[in-house]
């Protein structure tokens, strides 16, 4: 749209126009055609003008002069400050919508660790404390901006509360959503998976880590990766009230008794080199089977790690007794460690998390929170 000046003689008679107000005239005139410019979009609207010493400055940040767009900052209010140049960015340097993490569904967060990638999602803001390339959009998950972690099916207390895993509730529950913490992922970024305790092993697919109180040994490690140990274990002996081991205290006084213990675990091993018991031990595909072999008079006592002795005694095993934690199991700080695929991008970072969780205390807190001290239960000689 363009403006129509005309100019007019003054009729004879009227007094002449003082200078003074001849200025401001002039400079009202030249305000009123730069406003009227910039409605029918012209480029002028955005150039400063001195016209009659009256400046004018551009609309901030804006390549359009519709004053129906939110503060003249953008002329799609889908873009989300002013300096955008086109509706699908989301801060002045995008360009891409795909660069602002929508698939997390919000906007990056400024306190994102620097190196991170926070134009990539969300979420590494959401409490990353590793930062670096262990945060979401950098970190090579087996699925984008989710971390995948696995764990057997059932799942048994203390280590996952109603066998279900996403509640946060258990001790392994809590930890892994701790790890994701650390690592900036979100509760909602957090998948589980079920997979079996030795098909984890053998066919480490699908996921990015596994808890299921996986020690770290030495043999595994030439098959699988481990993280740092999330939790110092120690092996103990349970049985029933009854039993010839009722009131035991010596690992001699275990010697004679039929114990059991699970296939390919710490404890079955614990059976053979610690206690090495006169008669060789029966041997259970899990430790529901092998709670079961207690309860109905099969075996004398049943060796597990001390958490799941505990569990055991005070909820799965009528009448249920610790004996006692066998000597040895504790001083060699057996650990249980997240699992990885051999070879894993996960297992750097996930390291990193969960020696950031010991050092700030986070691991012991949820170990006195879900497993109870280790103090409970008495010190076989």
Known sequence: MALRWTVRSRPAGYPPVRPTLARGLLAVTAGLAVLAAAACGSDTA????????????????????DSSASNLSASDSSASDGSATDSSATDSSA???????????????????????????????GGAAVGGECVPGQLKT?????????TSEP??????????????????????????????????????????????IAKQDGWDFDLNQYSITEDRKRVVDFSSGYYDVTQA??????????????????KTAKLG?????????????VIQPAER????????????????????????????GFYMVGAQVKDGMMVGQLPGTAS????????????????????????????????????????????????LK
């Open 237 to 254: 002996v349970i049985t029933v009230k009854g039993s010839k081991l009722e009131g035991a205290t010596t690992v001699a006084a275990l």
């Open 95 to 125: 360009t891409d919508s795909s660069a602002t993490g929508s698939s997390a569904g919000s906007a990056p967060d400024s306190s994102a660790p620097s190196g991170s990638g926070s134009s990539s999602t969300g979420s590494a803001g």
């Open 281 to 308: 031990p029966n041997i259970f595909d899990d430790n529901a089977l092998a709670a079961q072999a207690l309860q109905n008079g099969q075996i004398d006592g049943l060796v597990v790690d001390l958490p799941t």
């Open 332 to 379: 060699t700080q057996e650990q249980f460690g997240l699992l990885l695929a051999k070879g894993s991008p996960v297992t750097s970072c996930a390291s990193k998390a969960v020696d950031a969780l010991r050092a700030n205390g986070t691991l012991k807190k949820l170990a006195n929170q879900w497993l109870g001290g280790k103090g409970a239960a008495p010190s």
């Open 142 to 150: 087996t699925t984008p901006n989710v971390l995948t972690v696995a």
């Open 46 to 65: 955005a150039t400063p003008s001195s016209t009659a010493g009256v400046s004018v400055a551009p609309s901030a940040g804006s390549n359009s002069a």
């Open 155 to 200: 799942a048994f207390e203390p280590w996952m509360v109603d066998n279900e895993p996403t509640n946060g509730k258990g001790y392994e529950s809590a930890v892994a959503y701790a790890v994701a913490a650390q690592l900036g992922y979100t509760k909602d970024q957090v998948s589980w998976k079920r997979v079996g305790f030795d098909e984890a």
């Open 261 to 273: 213990a699970m296939n390919g675990t710490t404890s079955l091993n614990a059976v053979n080199t």
